[in-house]
């Protein structure tokens, strides 16, 4: 059996671009996907501390129409 990946609150928000307040947004009250059907994140509570599962959490993503940043995955070019 594979490791599962969790994010916190504060990493969840870094990966998304979003703000602490927005994923607790998305936890609690959900927003409409880009089908216009409500959907909440999934998250857990462990030790008073809110985790999201990766894969989870990437499928949220996907259903509202967040799409990975591709700049962060270019490399830099040496221009000399």
Request: overall charge negative; glycine content about 8%.
């Amino acid at each position: 059996m594979g490791y599962k990946i969790y994010y916190d609150i504060l990493g969840a928000a870094a990966y998304a671009g979003v703000t602490r307040h927005t994923i607790y947004h998305w936890i609690r009250k959900g927003v409409k996907d880009v089908d216009g059907k409500k959907v909440w994140l999934p998250a857990r509570i462990v030790e008073g501390e809110t985790q999201i599962n990766e894969i989870d959490f990437e499928l949220y993503l996907e259903a509202l129409g967040f799409e990975e940043d591709e700049s962060t995955d270019e490399s830099t070019e040496d221009n000399n």
